[in-house]
């Protein structure tokens, strides 16, 4: 009798499933493995969309749930979440027994993942290390890299910053980010195929979008958490004196989304913003279909850095909290400054798009890390390569 490999993935956040989803997909299909899906955080919270719901509607099976998340988003709340997040996860792990447990990117609970797992002895892959930001995101990126045994890196710059840190280089693979295997599914898109306001509500104004369109996504920057108001409002006065169509998208958790949530209901209703509709989330594959059609990306999120890249979507960056990662043909950095916003946008939409670039994958990481899953060793201890 073949007994599957059990893979416990947690996912923490909406990025999160976006970033992953293409990897369940191919654990799911998998005949030697057994997907063990464990969802946690802010993605089972209705105000930072639901990213449960898309997951449940996908047909994925949830093996466990965690409510981990102190409200508050300020500094004290993500350590505590943190914490908690260690002891919740600690349970399911002991009730699932998985074989390798699978933890993503560089959020706070991730590391809560990471670091249960590794003091249960269970072995751990890690999905995206190696890349640098600048910020609280790479002190916990590169610790999980530490406590991760099998590393999938998103790029070769990536690949090679992991061995740098010490890792055995068998256990360290460049497979591409799997959002870019969603990328790919829309690449050739010709139309944006759905109405967002009919299949996604939101609130706020419904402009036109036949002319093109603007979406913005700013996420607060956890070390500048305090500035959160002040950097938001920025971007607001911009998007304002433009009065462009525009689909904006509401921040994520981090210390600060309490001054970015207050910054935008203020100006909102002060301003009305009679060109802006606001969305909490929408499937992943549905998002990228709303860039892929637009005229630019405005922000910090890193869709911009790597989807947006692949697609070719013209991006104006905002801010540190993307700072140092690498960057395809499609990106202008500025600072928290109205006019260069305002001046960034509209020379992004004058050029309009870029070549497609491959530098964080071409569209099959998925399937590459279900196989390696499937065959890599289990090991929970580290070859020393220093």
Same mark, same amino acid.
């Given at each position: 009798m ?7 993935v ?5 990025p ?7 990897v ?6 998998h005949?030697d493995?057994e997907l063990?899906?464990i969802?946690?955080?802010s993605?089972?919270? *209705? ?8 997951? /449940?509607?996908d047909?994925f099976v $949830? +093996? @466990?749930?965690?409510? #981990?998340v ?5 500094l004290t709340a993500?350590?505590?979440t943190t ?10 792990f002991?009730?699932?027994?998985p *074989?390798i447990?699978v933890t993503?990117?560089?959020r706070? /609970?991730?590391?809560?993942?990471? $670091? +249960? @797992?590794?003091?249960? #002895?269970?072995?751990?892959a890690?999905?995206q ?5 600048g ?5 916990v990126?590169?610790?999980i890299?530490?406590l991760a045994?099998?590393h999938?890196?998103a790029?070769?710059?990536a ?9 055995d280089?068998?256990m360290?693979? #460049?497979t ?7 990328a790919?599914e829309?690449?050739?898109?010709k139309?944006?195929?759905?109405d967002p ?7 706020g104004?419904?402009p036109?979008?036949?002319n093109?369109?603007l979406?913005?996504?700013?996420h607060?920057?956890t070390t500048?958490y ?6 938001i409002?920025v971007?607001?006065e ?8 525009t689909?904006w998208f509401?921040?994520?958790v981090?210390?600060g989304a309490d001054g970015?949530?207050?910054?935008i209901?203020?100006f909102?209703?002060q301003h009305?913003?009679?060109?802006v509709h ?5 499937e ?7 860039l892929?059609h637009?005229?630019?990306?405005i922000g910090?999120?890193?869709?911009g ?16 909290r993307q700072n140092?990662?690498e960057?395809g043909?499609n990106s ?7 006019e260069?916003?305002?001046v960034?946008i ?6 309009g798009?870029s070549?497609?670039?491959?530098i964080?994958?071409?569209?099959n990481a998925?399937?590459q890390?279900a196989?390696?899953l499937q ?10 390569m220093?």
């Amino acid at each position: 009798m073949n007994i599957k490999r059990k893979i416990a993935v947690v996912v923490t956040a909406r990025p999160s499933y976006s970033r992953v989803k293409t990897v369940l997909t191919a654990i799911q299909q998998h005949a030697d493995l057994e997907l063990q899906l464990i969802v946690a955080a802010s993605a089972l919270l *209705d105000r930072y969309g639901s990213a449960v719901n898309y997951i /449940e509607k996908d047909g994925f099976v $949830i +093996a @466990a749930k965690v409510f #981990n998340v102190l409200e508050g988003e300020n500094l004290t709340a993500a350590a505590k979440t943190t914490g908690i997040g260690i002891l919740e996860l600690s349970t399911v792990f002991d009730t699932l027994k998985p *074989d390798i447990v699978v933890t993503v990117a560089d959020r706070f /609970e991730t590391m809560a993942t990471a $670091i +249960a @797992a590794s003091y249960m #002895n269970i072995p751990l892959a890690h999905i995206q290390g190696g890349e640098v930001t600048g910020n609280i995101d790479e002190k916990v990126r590169h610790a999980i890299t530490k406590l991760a045994d099998y590393h999938f890196v998103a790029s070769e710059n990536a690949k090679d910053r992991v061995l740098k840190l010490g890792e055995d280089p068998e256990m360290v693979f #460049n497979t591409g980010c799997p959002s870019i295997d969603l990328a790919d599914e829309v690449l050739m898109s010709k139309a944006l195929p759905f109405d967002p306001y009919e299949k996604y509500g939101g609130v706020g104004a419904k402009p036109d979008l036949s002319n093109g369109y603007l979406v913005v996504m700013q996420h607060p920057v956890t070390t500048e958490y305090q500035d959160s108001r002040k950097h938001i409002e920025v971007t607001l006065e911009a998007i304002y004196k433009l009065n462009k169509p525009t689909l904006w998208f509401w921040p994520n958790v981090d210390a600060g989304a309490d001054g970015t949530s207050t910054g935008i209901r203020a100006f909102r209703e002060q301003h009305q913003l009679p060109n802006v509709h606001f969305f909490k989330n929408m499937e992943g594959k549905d998002f990228l279909q709303l860039l892929r059609h637009s005229q630019c990306l405005i922000g910090n999120s890193s869709v911009g850095i790597r989807e947006c890249a692949f697609l070719g979507v013209p991006v104006v960056n905002i801010g540190s909290r993307q700072n140092k990662r690498e960057r395809g043909g499609n990106s202008v950095d500025v600072v928290y400054s109205q006019e260069r916003i305002e001046v960034a946008i509209l020379d992004a939409i004058k050029k309009g798009k870029s070549v497609s670039s491959a530098i964080y994958g071409n569209g099959n990481a998925g399937v590459q890390i279900a196989e390696l899953l499937q065959k890599l060793p289990l090991q929970f201890h580290k070859t020393i390569m220093y």
